[in-house]
């Protein structure tokens, strides 16, 4: 194992692949500069006197440069790397037993979760989250990257927590406080590159090759041997040092390898061998991602696109293809619409689908990062829960303060310490929607200023002050009844149909139940016969004006109906 490893004896064996290296040396603070001695590629040497907590570079040709598997980066991703014991936490709480089927994920960013922004903020949350129903949480990646503020997915050191959020152990405390409330662990990581400050690792080996290009630079070179298993073993460490029970990786489509068996496979297979769950974020809605590649699920971007563009009318860029609610209904009831597999799809089971009305892409990604509720009101984010939790056959995700409607929005936010990659990333956020009509710099929040940070953090307050209160009973009682019926859930693929009719999508659930989305503008619609009211997102419990049951679904509303209470099976709790 590469990296600052504390020996049982006492000591610390540093190691490091380092082709490039004429001399090498590790430099403790503190201590002096020990020279390292070179087997092959591999340099290396034992420092007897070393312990954890000592703070080290390594000297490569007189520079003096972090670990390329840093486990802790404390004065951030320029400062010495420090040692790390990764066995000292003190593990009180069991993962919870849980398959994919059964999750309802959480999705959140440390920073802007709590006005602390720290793992230890987080984790007095975790209570919470799982008293609303949820049950998995997924944490946007905490490897460590430049600055105070950015999404994560610049990191550099990606084996080491960010320091600004907390301690390695302070990381754990948080995965554990997730365990205690009965939820599992997602860590988001990212392997299609690198973020541009901070990245040492060339200066030791050749991890990148010009000869295939991202939208980041260089790749990643895969096609090397110690490449794969530097990832390998960063993607393992995560749930062996702190017990994620899955791991989502970022955009693989996005990854360049044209090596006879793709890295997506090499991980998938170290993931699951490990005990965790595979998750892949892609747009290519291909079969192989989950049968070849070996990903339990991927993210359904088709299920979001369907869903608001029928909502909000945006039909320019991605949503060109979608806007219809036979478009939706395919979506709900498929999977996948678009590519050259959209009929494959429904050969999937429905817990091979991560979906969401929401989640940190698909706001920050807009130019001020507006929710769902910014765009389209109450009623239509109301009816967006209940398509996303109830009407569709997966598994749903939630973006942290969707459940309460909460007032900040999610912006794109960064704090690069180079001034010129500073001033690039701002005028690239500007040229980038420079054809929308906006008036920069008025318009579209500079990355670079902490207002646009600050302006994303969450008033968790809220959530107990109408009408944001009265969207969290909403999202409760829908997550109550997802857990109740055996006809909801991911497992009921098989049995969802769904058609568009008269300007609304309307989906049966194992024939039991019936939830009617009223995506259209004007017209109201009725659910005739057998079907009895369950539930209606305008009722007054929920915001609405609505005094008791009702067959009517007016536009922008969402009913769930059901036949003959014999008729609904309990599904046993998870």
Known sequence: MLGAQLRSGGGVEFSVWAPRARTLAVRIQGGGD??????????????????AGARYFYVID?????????????????????????????????APERALADYVIYELHVGTFTPEGTFVAAARVMPELAELGTSAVEIMPVATFPGARNWGYDGV??????????????????????????????????????????????????????????????????????????????????????????????????????SPRHICGDLCTAIRAAGAVPIAETDMNRIKVLRDWGFAAAWSDDFH??????????????????????????????????GPEPLRSRELAGEAFVIASQNHDQIGNRARGERLV????????????????????????????????????????TSHGDPQLAHAVSEGRRREFAGLGFDWPNAIPDPQDEATFLRSKLDRTEAMREPHAAMRRLYADLLRMRRQHAALGARGKDRCHAAARDGAVWVQRDGALLVVLNVGRERTVRAEGEWMPLLHTEDRRYGGALEGPTREVPPRAAAIFRTDPAGIRESPRH
Do not use: M
């Not at 020279?35 to 006197?49: D, H, R, T």
């Not at 219809?324 to 009831?333: G, H």
């Not at 939630?398 to 909460?406: K, Q, S, T």
């Open 157 to 258: 050191h990606l084996y080491a927590p960010n320091a600004p959020y907390g301690t390695p152990d302070e990381l754990r405390a948080l995965v554990d406080a997730a365990h205690a409330a009965g939820l599992s662990v997602i860590l988001d990581l990212v392997y299609n590159h690198l973020g541009p400050e901070g990245n040492y690792v060339g200066a030791f080996a050749p991890y990148f090759t010009a000869a295939r290009h991202t939208p980041w630079g260089d790749a990643i070179d895969y096609e090397r041997r110690e490449v794969r298993e530097w990832i390998v073993d960063n993607a393992k460490s995560w749930i062996t040092e702190y017990r994620a029970d899955a791991l989502r990786l970022d955009a693989i489509h996005a990854i360049e390898d044209p």
């Open 62 to 94: 007189g520079t003096a440069r972090p670990d390329p598997r840093s486990r802790f980066q404390p004065d951030g991703v320029h400062g010495p790397s420090q040692v790390i014991d990764p066995n000292a936490f003190a593990w009180r709480h069991r």
């Open 34 to 51: 020990v020279a390292l001695s070179k087997g092959g590629e591999i340099w290396s040497a034992v420092v007897p006197s070393a312990k």
């Open 374 to 413: 910014h765009l389209v009101g109450a009623s239509g984010a109301k009816l967006a829960a209940v398509a996303t939790l109830i009407a569709a056959p997966a598994v749903p995700l939630l973006f942290a303060g969707e459940e309460f409607a909460a007032s900040a929005p999610f912006q794109y936010f």
């Open 305 to 338: 696109h369907a869903l608001h563009a029928c909502l909000t009318g945006e039909r320019q860029g991605y949503y060109r293809d979608f806007g219809s609610p036979e478009i939706l209904a395919r979506t709900l009831a498929d999977g996948w619409v678009r």
